[in-house]
Structure formats: C-alpha cells, structure tokens
C-alpha cells in the first residue's frame, strides 16, 4: 500500500504538471513542444525507471498501523507539487527560448531530458515523508531511476537520438539542466515538508 501510495502521489502530480506546460507552450509556440514519439519515449523510460517501485522499502511508521485509502489525500498533493513542476518546465522553455536561442529541435531536446530528469529524481523525495537522506531507498530502485537518467542524457549525443529527433544539447545548457535539477528536487522538498506539516496540523485534535 505505501508503494502504491508513491507511485500515485509522484505519477498524478508529474503528470498533472506535464499536462499544464504542455497546453501553455501550445499556445505561445509555432511548433509542437515534443513530437509524440518523444512523449511516448518519454513515458517509456519514465515507467522503466519505476518498476522496482513494489521493492522499496518504507519507512517505519508506515507500518505501525493500517493505512486508509485518501484520494482527498492523493488531490491536494497534486495540487501542491504539479505546479511546482511546471514552473520550472516554463523557466526550462524561457531559458531554451530567450537565452540560448533554440530551434524547434534542440527545444524538443532541452525538454525532454529536463522533464525525465525532474520526473524520475524526484522520487527520491516523494517516496519518504521524512528528510530524503534519512530513509534510504531499495537498490533496485536507485538502479533503475539512475539508469533512466544516464539514457536521457546520452540518447541526444547518438545516432539513435537523431532518429528520435534530438541534437546534441550545448554545454552551457547542461550546465543550467545540473542547477534546474538541484533546485527542482529542493524546492519539492520545502513544498512536501509545508504539505504535510499542514496535514498533520488539520489532522490534530
């Protein structure tokens, strides 16, 4: 039930959050902001990254009692955390656009690896109510996410990248990927504390 629980809270608010930049970048740019076979590959290694999920471990209070089934619970996570994800798919879009002046392919580049790579780390901080670094994660888990992320970040350099309609990304624009990454996963982590804080004072008699 905990790891379902994760699966749930880190899928609706992701996907919540893709869907919103999704339909606001339509509505500023003259190309599609990812070809389908890109949100279909995309999807695919988002999902891969995932299966060892019904691994992990869960913390201990998890399983000092049974758990009751909350999609009020679920609701209001998403509404917490998918906004946070869009934000920095606009602050991606604005960086592509403005700063490094991209063309249609290499913007389909930019947000494809940021997407995955903020998807798939995050779950790192979804996973635990408690500080991330305290509540370690199964092997498995860090094995596939970690595997995720390093084909995300190859597959624009290859041949088979190409054929998938990617180009290899500047320097500079890894280098601002590495700082969007790190401050995604930390301002996640303030969001989730504020959340749940919340949550346990409503709950409080």
């Known amino acids: 039930f905990g790891n379902v629980m994760k699966y749930l809270l880190m899928g609706t608010s992701s996907n919540f959050g893709n869907m919103f930049s999704m339909a606001g970048a339509a509505l500023f740019l003259p190309f599609l902001p990812m070809l389908p076979t890109q949100i279909l590959l995309n999807n695919f290694l988002y999902d891969f990254s995932e299966v060892a999920i019904p691994l992990d471990y869960v913390d201990p209070d998890e399983i000092r009692g049974p758990q009751a089934w909350d999609i009020k619970f679920i609701r209001d996570f998403m509404w917490i955390i998918g906004p946070v994800s869009s934000l920095f798919d606009f602050l991606t879009f604005y960086i592509l656009l403005v700063v490094l002046q991209a063309n249609e392919t290499l913007f389909h580049t930019g947000w494809f690896v940021e997407s995955l790579l903020t ?57 601002i990927l590495a ?25 409080a008699p």
């Open 119 to 175: 998807q798939v780390l995050v779950i790192f901080v979804i996973r635990t109510r408690r500080n991330p670094l305290s509540s370690r994660p199964h092997w498995a888990l860090v094995a596939s996410s970690l595997s995720a992320v390093a084909i995300a970040l190859i597959l624009p350099f290859t041949t088979l990248g190409r054929d998938f309609g990617f180009e290899a990304p500047p320097a500079e624009f890894m280098a």
């Open 179 to 203: 700082a969007l990454v790190v401050a995604y996963v930390l301002i996640v982590e303030a969001a989730k504390r504020v959340f749940y804080r919340r949550l346990a004072n409503r709950r």
